[in-house]
C-alpha cells in the first residue's frame, strides 16, 4: 500500500527567505504525486502534480517541487516566502487501484515571520 | 468558477445523535469524496462515490455511511456520534476517475460531538 511522509509538522521561515517542505513517498510503480495547500478557513487548493516527464514541476503560486526517484521524494520549493503563504501544505501520492485514490500525508503548518 | 458548498462550517452535537453533513457540488462531477482531517494525520478517506447511489469504502468508513441520491449532492451520516468522531470534515470532487483529475475541496465542516 502506498503511504506519505510529511516530517516537518511546523515550519517557520522569515518572509522573504527561501522555503522547501519534504514530502517522502512509499509506491511500487512510478507514482501520481501532488501539494495541496489548505489556507486557513479554507478547503485543499491543488498547487502542482507530477506524472512523468520533467521531473522539476512548476505549480501555481511560485511553487515548484522536484520529483526525485533515487530518494522517493517529492519536496515543495520557493525562493521567496509572502506572509500570505502560510497555511497548511499537504503531499499526496495517487495510486492506481479501484477509484484512483489519493493517500494524504500528515500535513506541514508553514508559519511566515515578518 | 468551481465550487464545493458544505452545509455547515461548525457543528456541535451529542454523542449518539444521528448527524447529517451535505456536500453539493456545482460542477457536474462524477465524483465525490468524504475525507476526515485530523491533526498529523492528514486527510483519511471516508467514502467515495464515483455515481449517483454508487458509493465504495474508503480507509476509516467505520462509524459513517453516505447517501448519493443525485449527482450534485453528496451526504455524509454519523448513524450515532461519538466523541472520537470529533474532528473536520472534508467533501471533495472530482470529474472523471483519472488518477490525474484534480479534486477540487469545500471549505470543511468542524464537528464537535460532547
Redesign the interface.
Known amino acids: 500500500a502506498q503511504s506519505v511522509t510529511q516530517p516537518d509538522i511546523h515550519i517557520t521561515v522569515s518572509e522573504g527567505a527561501s522555503l522547501e517542505l519534504r514530502c517522502n513517498y512509499s509506491y511500487g510503480a512510478t507514482p501520481y504525486l501532488f501539494w495541496y495547500v489548505q489556507s486557513p478557513g479554507q478547503g485543499l487548493q491543488l498547487l502542482l502534480k507530477y506524472f512523468s516527464g520533467d521531473t522539476l514541476v512548476q505549480g501555481i503560486k511560485g511553487f515548484e517541487a522536484e520529483f526525485k526517484r533515487s530518494q522517493s521524494s517529492f519536496n515543495l520549493r520557493k525562493p521567496s516566502v509572502h506572509w500570505s503563504d502560510a497555511a497548511e501544505y499537504f503531499c499526496a501520492v495517487g495510486a492506481r487501484n479501484a477509484g484512483n485514490m489519493l493517500t494524504f500525508g500528515g500535513g506541514t503548518r508553514l508559519m511566515v515571520k515578518p | 468558477d468551481v465550487k464545493?458548498t458544505q452545509s455547515s462550517r461548525y457543528l456541535v452535537k451529542r454523542t449518539g445523535e444521528k448527524v447529517f453533513l451535505e456536500c453539493v457540488q456545482d460542477m457536474d462531477h462524477e465524483?465525490m469524496f468524504w475525507y476526515r482531517q485530523d491533526p498529523?494525520?492528514?486527510?483519511?478517506?471516508i467514502y467515495?462515490s464515483?455515481d449517483v447511489k454508487m458509493k465504495?469504502k474508503?480507509d476509516i468508513p467505520e462509524g459513517y455511511s453516505v447517501s448519493r441520491e443525485k449527482k450534485e449532492r453528496f451526504s455524509l451520516i454519523l448513524e450515532s456520534a461519538s466523541t472520537n468522531q470529533t474532528s473536520m470534515y472534508?467533501c471533495?470532487s472530482r470529474a472523471g476517475?483519472?488518477?490525474?483529475?484534480?479534486?477540487?475541496?469545500?471549505?470543511?465542516t468542524r464537528l464537535t460531538v460532547l
Open positions: 464545493v465524483n498529523g494525520l492528514g486527510l483519511r478517506l467515495f464515483y465504495e474508503g472534508l471533495a476517475t483519472g488518477i490525474g483529475d484534480e479534486q477540487f475541496f469545500g471549505p470543511g
